[in-house]
């Protein structure tokens, strides 16, 4: 089964995100797309999908595009599915969920940058770059 995060690669808080999700994800579910790559408007055109701007998607075989706290949710279910966070966040209505993600979203510039490290060459694989839309439909 493929599962692919899509993310904005300029968000110091978005690359911390997935460098957590590739360090807790040892059976290797997910993959990575920057929002702002080729792969990602082409993975677009053919599903016929317009990404969000300011936000993290998530497309799975079986549950299609999720975004915002229900790809959080997602992703926490599959990685820590007993953790406190995941927990915490379905005592929420979506709506007041998303809403505060919108809030978190906005302000997140003003979060401090920090150095993005470079994955292992591992960890490289996981990333979908913009030559791989055909290889990934395979």
Not at 28 to 56: G, M
Not at 75 to 86: E, N, R, T, V, Y
Not at 105 to 115: D, L, P
Request: proline share 4%; net charge negative; hydrophobic share 45%.
């Amino acid at each position: 089964m493929k599962t692919v995060v899509f993310y904005d690669n300029l968000c110091s808080v978005c690359n911390y995100w997935v460098r957590w999700i590739l360090e807790n994800d040892s059976e290797i579910i997910f993959y990575f797309a920057a929002l702002e790559s080729d792969f990602t408007k082409e993975f677009s055109c053919h599903f016929n999908y317009e990404f969000p701007k300011e936000t993290i998607v998530v497309w799975d075989e079986r549950a299609g595009f999720l975004k915002k706290t229900d790809a959080v949710i997602f992703i926490l279910q599959a990685l820590k599915p007993a953790s406190f966070q995941l927990k915490a966040l379905r005592l929420f209505p979506k709506l007041f969920r998303d809403m505060g993600y919108s809030v978190f979203a906005y302000f997140r510039e003003y979060v401090q940058k920090e150095g993005c490290e470079l994955p292992s060459p591992e960890h490289m694989k996981r990333f979908l770059t913009d030559n791989s839309f055909q290889d990934f439909l395979k």
